[in-house]
């Protein structure tokens, strides 16, 4: 794995950690750590699957603890980390391209356009567990 951490730019491994989401908790959810400093980073690709998770579980009144784990695509996402893959949408179709919506998606962010980020999210989600 050629990922190398921002702050010190040691190598960075990847690790199944569980985060906090007040009251929502989420296990073995692939992180990147560095060795020597301890950052902690989340790949963009993760980031999209999480937001996803969070907005069903945010739905449910009550505290959940999911396991990110039993999503089926899981082992998909680790390989593609590990790898340091992107992937693509079915078909290789323009426009669909992973890293491209990502980018968008951070535009969208900025600029605080709620819908925006909504579908990116949904068109992130559909390429990737497709």
Not at 3 to 30: A, D, K, N, S, Y
Not at 66 to 87: C, H, N, Q, T, Y
Request: net charge negative; with cysteine.
């Amino acid at each position: 794995m050629s990922h190398r951490c921002p702050r010190c730019g040691r190598p960075m491994e990847l690790t199944l950690r569980t985060l906090h989401f007040p009251p929502h908790v989420i296990r073995r959810v692939p992180v990147l750590s560095c060795v020597e400093c301890e950052e902690h980073r989340l790949e963009p690709v993760t980031k999209v699957m999480l937001r996803g998770l969070l907005d069903q579980m945010v739905k449910r009144a009550e505290p959940e603890t999911v396991d990110f784990g039993a999503w089926p695509d899981f082992a998909r996402l680790i390989r593609m980390l590990v790898e340091g893959a992107s992937p693509r949408a079915p078909g290789g179709e323009q426009g669909h391209d992973v890293d491209r919506l990502l980018s968008l998606l951070d535009v969208a962010e900025e600029a605080g356009d709620t819908a925006w980020v909504e579908d990116l999210t949904r068109k992130i989600l559909d390429a990737i567990v497709s």
